[in-house]
């Protein structure tokens, strides 16, 4: 059974930046596609960033193109989500997910496995 664990959220400024991290356990992920998805205050949850298994292939909901980069680290067991130029509308908890499905994970579909949530809180 394995475990997905996630930190380094906090409360940020607008403009400013955070680096979320995911450290899988329990199971060997590398053959999982790993993503980051959030859901903010009375909203439904919604995809943010997906990264296949082996890093070449990246996705990302529109509205964070260009400000946040998603990557992997296989021989550590680590997915960081970078997010840079933050927005207050960015407010919201951040949840790391695992599936053996690349579309599951960019449809924003239920995966396999979930974290249970960093808080990211941006104010204005």
């Known amino acids: 059974q394995g475990t997905l664990v996630e930190s380094g959220g906090g409360l940020v400024q607008a403009g400013g930046s955070l680096r979320l991290s995911c450290a899988a356990s329990g199971r060997t992920f590398t053959s999982y596609h790993m993503g980051w998805f959030r859901q903010a205050p009375g909203k439904e949850r919604e995809f943010v960033a997906a990264?296949?298994?082996?890093?070449?292939?990246?996705r990302y909901t529109d509205s964070v193109t260009g400000r946040f980069t998603i990557s992997r680290d296989n021989a550590k067991n680590m997915v960081d989500l970078q997010m840079n130029s933050l927005k207050p509308e960015d407010t919201a908890i951040y949840y790391c997910?695992?599936?053996?499905?690349?579309?599951?994970?960019?449809?924003?579909?239920?995966?396999?496995?979930w974290g249970q949530g960093t808080q990211v809180t941006v104010s204005s």
């Open positions: 997910a695992a599936d053996r499905s690349y579309g599951v994970l960019v449809q924003g579909a239920d995966a396999d496995y």
């Open positions: 990264i296949s298994w082996n890093g070449r292939s990246t």
